[in-house]
T-cell receptor, first 117, second 113 residues
Framework: AQKITQTQPGMFVQEKEAVTLDCTYD???????LFWYKQPSSGEMIFLIY??????QNATEGRYSLNFQKARKSANLVISASQLGDSAMYFC??????????????FGQGTELSVKP | DVKVTQSSRYLVKRTGEKVFLECVQD?????MFWYRQDPGLGLRLIYF???????EKGDIPEGYSVSREKKERFSLILESASTNQTSMYLC????????????FGDGTRLSIL
C-alpha cells in the first residue's frame, strides 16, 4: 500500500532563513509522482512543486526545491529565504498509477510552518 | 490558470437533509475528485470521475454519491446528512496526461447540526 509520512507536525523558521520540510513515502510502484501543496488558513490547496519518479534532476520552482532521494524514498521540500506569507500547512502527496483509483493523491498529515519576523 | 470553483465556502445544514456540493472546472479536465479533510486524518478520497457519467468509489464513499452529467461539473451529494459528515470538502481536477498536478478549489467547510 502507498503511504506518505510527514514527521514534523509543526515547525518554526526565522524570516529570510531556509527551511526543510520532511517527507518520506512508501510504494511498490515504479512509476509515481510526488507533489507538495500549501494550504493557508483560508483553506485553498495551492500546488507548489512536482517530482516524477523517473526525473533525474531535483525539481525547482522559484524559492521551492524538492530534494528527491529515491533510494531513501524521501522527497523533502526546501523553502529558501522564508517570507511571512509562507506561514501555512504544507502537504506532501504521492500519485500512483492511473489504475489505482484514477491516479488519486495520497496525502501526508501535513506540517504547519510558522515564519517568525 | 486553471480555475476550480466550489459553490460555497461555508455551509450549515441539519441532520437528515440532502446536501449538494457543486464543483466546476474551466480547463476541460477529464479527471475530477472529491476529498474530505479532517484534522489528524489528512485528505481522503471520497469519489472520483474520469469522464462524463463515469464514477468510481474512493476510500470513504459511504454516505455519499456523486453526479457528473457534464465534463466541467462534478457534484457531491450527501444523501441524508449526519453530524459525522461535518468536515472540509475539497474538489480537484486534473488532465489525463501524466505528471500534471491536481488543481483544487477553495474548499467548502460543511457543518451538520
Amino acid at each position: 500500500a502507498q503511504k506518505i509520512t510527514q514527521t514534523q507536525p509543526g515547525m518554526f523558521v526565522q524570516e529570510k532563513e531556509a527551511v526543510t520540510l520532511d517527507c518520506t513515502y512508501d510504494t511498490s510502484d515504479q512509476s509515481y509522482g510526488l507533489f507538495w501543496y500549501k494550504q493557508p488558513s483560508s483553506g485553498e490547496m495551492i500546488f507548489l512543486i512536482y517530482q516524477g519518479s523517473y526525473d533525474e534532476q531535483n525539481a525547482t520552482e522559484g524559492r521551492y526545491s524538492l530534494n528527491f532521494q529515491k533510494a531513501r524514498k524521501s522527497a523533502n521540500l526546501v523553502i529558501s529565504a522564508s517570507q511571512l506569507g509562507d506561514s501555512a500547512m504544507y502537504f506532501c502527496a504521492m500519485r500512483g498509477p492511473r489504475y489505482n483509483q484514477g491516479g488519486k493523491l495520497i496525502f501526508g498529515q501535513g506540517t504547519e510552518l510558522s515564519v517568525k519576523p | 490558470d486553471v480555475k476550480v470553483t466550489q459553490s460555497s465556502r461555508y455551509l450549515v445544514k441539519r441532520t437528515g437533509e440532502k446536501v449538494f456540493l457543486e464543483c466546476v472546472q474551466d480547463m476541460d479536465h477529464e479527471n475530477m475528485f472529491w476529498y474530505r479533510q479532517d484534522p489528524g486524518l489528512g485528505l481522503r478520497l471520497i469519489y472520483f470521475s474520469y469522464d462524463v457519467k463515469m464514477k468510481e468509489k474512493g476510500d470513504i464513499p459511504e454516505g455519499y454519491s456523486v453526479s457528473r452529467e457534464k465534463k466541467e461539473r462534478f457534484s457531491l451529494i450527501l444523501e441524508s446528512a449526519s453530524t459525522n459528515q461535518t468536515s472540509m470538502y475539497l474538489c480537484a481536477s486534473r488532465p489525463e496526461q501524466g505528471g500534471q498536478p491536481q488543481h483544487f478549489g477553495d474548499g467548502t467547510r460543511l457543518s451538520i447540526l
